[in-house]
């Protein structure tokens, strides 16, 4: 038996036989019992000193008596305690302190607490406990610690807690409290801390009384539903230190009162609706050492005399919608450590005393209009791990005294106007973890001192003019997880040694002039996720031991000079999402182990290739696919084994030598015929083969047949006219004008009605809405089919050719095949009336859903509408879904189109883009911005006036992978704690791949 199984079982025993053979006082019992409640877990064993052969506790460990041999203190912390609280201690009529935090322990706190009247300490902080903060606590009228914090207790906070009126200190943070914070707070005039953050539940406003706790240190109630602003009232808080209310619904201005709490060092209040300007009055806190406003509805300019609270060491400002310049009074802060002004409207130029801050850890000044140069005197700046300036107008070239910055670990400059060469020392940076250069103007080579950077994780520098090839040193970065070098001018081969940075996630070195063969190599890239080397010139095969990167979730090789044949092994990539390998010279067949590809669910392109044989039956596996391209190859047999991929949107075949059948499936029945065009021997219409195979005499037959029901025909709807002109003979009379004309009918779908079946309908008693652009019926057909008939508004000379919804963009309409979108079945026109035919919802269309108010949705939720969709259609429901606007709405000036609307506003407003956004859109999805403005150009490329200038949906498609990629992305390191913490303002940000920081932590600030 061990020693510590020994020591339970003597302890139980000696507890067991204490009542008869014990002279222990009434308060050691009492112990005892309670510890006998966990006796035989192995916390038991902590507690081997409380002796039941003594006639006192006062020996033990974790207690205190008095001098008269009372127990007074109760310390036991850091101790798992399997147990409930220990009602066995209210008896204790001496206890000044009870201290059981961190202990696990679980039930309620009971009401009889309050019988403890001498406590001073009670701190249960750190447990599982649950329940209500009972009222009686009101009754501890010496206590001055009261520490509840971390546990599961709910309900409001008493208002008998004003009764403590000795309290100091406060703490009832972390909990699932709720109800508003009690005016009685006010009557604890000698409370120093008072901390309730972490309760989403607390809601309304801060309470003025607080402003009568004159000896308040610290005020914390962030992470809660705290609403309303600010009140002034704090003002009188002379002893403030810390005001922390952070990422709550406070709303208003910040008083300036705030300038009065003179000892005030850190204000905390980001991720609120605050507005109107930062107070000037915040020069006054002499002792002001961290400032954090970001994430608010701040505007104006920065103060200037900001410059003299000189012991600032954090000032984050980020986000938010500053304007004007870096006031140059910044330039006393000589203590600052981190400038973070990211994600405003600021300009001018980065200033130059910027050198100044020798201490400078961070400095983000990314998203903005910033122009000018970067100032060399950056180099000064020994301390700086981070600097962020991408998404501004910055021109030049990268400093070389950058390189001076010993501790630099991530830069991002992307999206600017930078030109001439990286410089060869900024490679010399041993800490250098991040290096961002996107969309600038760059050029030059790599230098081969880049192996000596080998502490990066993430290069970078697509969207540049780089030329010449990747020094093999690259092979040194064994740490390297990003490697992008898209879109530039680089040549020769692309190195092997990229095969020994093993934990690469991403190598993307598309639209390049790389030569040569996919290396060998990248078989040891097992961490590797996307692989783009397209529109290069690569020749050769594709590597065989592709098929060992099982992590591969998107493969795209198309637009090379790649020959032989598809792998097998690509079978093994389970977890492929995407496969294009289109615009190359591969040939065979396609290996039927491509079907094990289940996971494969946005696009498999194999088209514009030399492939051969028939469709491997394996393809029916491909459940999930979305698009498929087979065009432009060799390929045989039958399309019969495509018609169980249930979630298809995209299919072309054309130009192949396919036969048979299609697949009698509604998705093959909407295809247009031009995804099966060059397939001769495909039979597209049943109908019309089966008059290939009959004889000429059967042929001939035929056409009598069909000459006589013409004949017939004719005779009958002749029969038909004379009977309804003599029928509705006056009713005619006063239509004449129209119902003479001649009705042109343009399918979209295939139709079992005529336009006479429709529009002997169109009568008031079919109405069933009317809006700005025409009357919409309800009508039967003869086939008991209901459709809805939109009959537009007659157009008036005078109007601008856009207003003419029906003839600019019908044909388009008639091509959507969207579950979001009503299905056009039709059109209609005789010269003067114009008819539009839709499958009739019952339950309401896409347009009801963004328009009607019904339904809410987030930013999340309308991504998902306009992912699959047909291009210019696609870019109106967008633009739906971003504005808020239909797209004649009645809030649009002089009648305009949305698409008109949105040009005129961006031309006009320029950097303004968010006041075309829908306003609740932003208020629930606020801090995707960036990614909706993003979705916004895509919108606008989808809508160019000029078809042929438009991208195809599967361009569309990974641009929108592309974006909800990289904005997931985004995420900053923490350079100044253990560990990293996500961001929430980083998602606005949108250079592929940056970082933001969170300057908190969480626990002190709550």
């Not at 400093?399 to 930078?418: G, R, S, Y």
């Not at 290996?591 to 094990?596: R, T």
């Not at 087979?630 to 390929?635: D, G, K, T």
């Not at 006009?908 to 150009?937: A, C, N, P, W, Y």
Request: proline letters at 5%.
């Amino acid at each position: 038996m061990s020693s510590n199984a020994l020591t339970i079982c003597l302890l139980f025993l000696n507890i067991s036989l204490f009542p008869t053979i014990s002279a222990l006082n009434q308060e050691g019992l009492s112990l005892l019992s309670w510890l006998s409640t966990f006796h035989s877990s192995s916390s038991a064993t902590f507690f081997s000193s409380w002796n039941p052969a003594h006639q006192d506790p006062c020996q033990w460990d974790y207690i205190k008596c008095t001098r008269n041999g009372f127990v007074s203190e109760i310390t036991i912390s850091s101790i798992n305690l399997p147990t409930s609280f220990p009602i066995q201690f209210l008896s204790f009529n001496f206890l000044t302190t009870l201290n059981l935090s961190h202990g696990n322990l679980t039930g309620e706190i009971p009401p009889s607490i309050g019988n403890l009247s001498t406590l001073i300490t009670l701190d249960l902080s750190f447990n599982a406990l649950t329940g209500k903060i009972p009222p009686t606590i009101g009754k501890l009228s010496e206590l001055q610690l009261l520490s509840l914090n971390s546990n599961l207790l709910e309900g409001d906070i008493p208002a008998e807690i004003g009764n403590c009126s000795k309290l100091q200190q406060l703490e009832l943070f972390d909990n699932q409290l709720f109800g508003k914070i009690p005016t009685e707070i006010g009557q604890l005039w000698s409370l120093e801390i008072f901390r309730a953050g972490g309760n989403l539940g607390i809601h309304g406003e801060i309470p003025m009384q607080i402003s009568n706790c004159k000896e308040l240190v610290f005020l914390g109630v962030a992470e809660t539903g705290i609403s309303g602003q600010l009140p002034y009232s704090l003002g009188e808080l002379k002893n403030l230190k810390t005001l922390s209310v952070y990422t709550a619904k406070l709303t208003g201005v910040i008083p300036t009162e705030i300038g009065n709490c003179s000892a005030l060092e850190v204000l905390f209040v980001h991720e609120n609706q605050i507005s109107g300007e930062i107070p000037s009055e915040l020069s006054m806190l002499k002792n002001l050492k961290r400032v954090l406003l970001w994430h608010n509805n701040l505007s104006g300019r920065i103060p200037g005399s900001l410059g003299n609270c000189s012991g600032l060491r954090v000032i984050d400002f980020s986000l938010n919608s500053l304007t004007g310049e870096i006031p140059a009074s910044l330039a006393n802060l000589f203590a600052l450590e981190e400038l973070v002004l990211s994600g405003n409207n600021i300009s001018g130029k980065i200033p130059p005393f910027i050198g100044n801050f020798s201490s400078l850890k961070q400095l983000e000044l990314d998203n903005n209009i910033i122009s000018g140069e970067i100032p060399p005197a950056i180099g000064k700046l020994k301390e700086l791990s981070l600097f962020f300036a991408w998404q501004n107008q910055l021109h030049g070239s990268i400093p070389i005294e950058l390189a001076n910055c010993e501790k630099l670990q991530a830069l991002d400059l992307t999206h600017n106007f930078l030109t001439g060469s990286v410089p060869t020392s900024l490679f010399n940076l041993k800490n250098l973890a991040e290096l961002l250069l996107i969309s600038n103007k760059l050029s030059g080579g790599i230098p081969p001192d880049i192996g000596n950077c080998t502490s990066l994780t993430r290069l970078r520098l697509g969207s540049n003019m780089f030329n010449g090839q990747i020094p093999s040193e690259i092979g040194h970065l064994h740490s390297l997880t990003f490697l992008e070098l898209s879109e530039n001018q680089f040549t020769g081969e692309i190195p092997k040694e990229i095969g020994n940075c093993r934990q690469l996630e991403m190598v993307d070195l598309h639209e390049n002039k790389f030569q040569g063969i996919i290396p060998t190599s990248f078989e040891s890239l097992v961490e590797l996720n996307v692989l783009d080397l397209s529109v290069n010139f690569l020749s050769g095969t594709i590597p065989e031991n592709l098929g060992k990167l099982t992590s591969l979730n998107k493969l795209v090789l198309n637009r090379n000079n790649i020959t032989g044949l598809i792998p097998k092994s690509l079978g093994f990539c389970k977890d492929l999402q995407l496969l294009d390998i289109s615009s190359n010279r591969i040939g065979g067949s396609i290996p039927n182990e491509i079907g094990q590809l289940q996971g494969l669910d946005i696009l498999l392109n194999l088209s514009w290739n030399l492939l051969t044989g028939p469709i491997p039956e394996g393809f029916s596996n491909l459940s999930k696919l979305a698009s498929l391209d087979i065009s432009h190859n060799r390929l045989t047999g039958s399309l019969r084994v495509l018609g169980n991929l249930d979630n298809l949107v995209s299919l072309n075949v054309s130009y192949n030598n396919f036969s048979g059948f299609l697949p009698d499936t509604k998705f093959f029945q909407d295809l247009p015929p031009t995804d099966f065009l060059g397939n001769q021997e495909l039979c597209i219409n049943r109908s019309e083969c089966h008059i290939s195979v009959h004889s000429k005499k059967s042929i001939r037959n035929l056409v009598v047949v069909i000459v006589l029901s013409i004949m017939v025909t004719t005779i009958i709807i002749t029969v038909g006219i004379i009977s309804f002109i003599r029928a509705h003979g006056a009713a005619l009379e006063r239509n004449d004008e129209e119902d003479g004309l001649e009705w042109d009918i343009t399918p979209f779908q295939k139709l079992n009605f005529s336009v006479n079946d429709i529009v002997t309908k169109l009568s008031d008693s079919n109405i069933v809405g009317k809006g700005c652009s025409g009357v919409v019926y309800r009508v039967e057909t003869p086939m008991q089919q209901f459709i809805a008939v939109k009959k537009l508004w007659p157009t008036k000379s005078s109007e601008l050719p856009e207003r003419d919804l029906f003839s600019a963009e019908v044909a388009t309409l008639g091509s959507i095949r969207h579950k979001n979108i009503v299905r056009l079945l039709g059109c209609c026109n005789n010269g003067k009336t114009r008819l539009l035919l839709f499958d009739y919802i019952s339950n309401g269309s896409l347009a009801g859903l963004l328009h009607e108010k019904k339904l809410f949705l987030d930013w999340d939720a309308s991504f998902r509408i306009t992912e699959k969709s047909d291009v210019y259609s696609f870019g109106i429901v967008v633009l739906e879904v971003l504005t808020g606007m239909e797209p004649t709405d009645h809030r649009i000036p002089e009648g305009a189109h949305i698409v008109s609307w949105v040009c005129q506003e961006l031309r006009e407003k320029r950097r303004e883009f968010t006041s075309i956004l829908d306003q609740q859109l932003l208020q629930r999805s606020g801090t995707q911005t960036q990614e909706m403005l993003q979705v916004l150009g895509v919108a606008l490329l989808c809508v160019n006036p000029s078809p042929e200038e438009r991208p195809t949906m599967k361009d569309v498609t990974a641009m929108l992978k592309e974006i909800r990629h990289e904005n997931e992305d985004f995420e900053k390191p923490n350079f100044h704690g253990k560990g990293v913490a996500p961001n929430p303002k980083a998602a606005v940000h949108c250079s592929s791949f940056s970082k933001s920081s969170e300057p908190l932590i969480r626990s002190p600030t709550l």
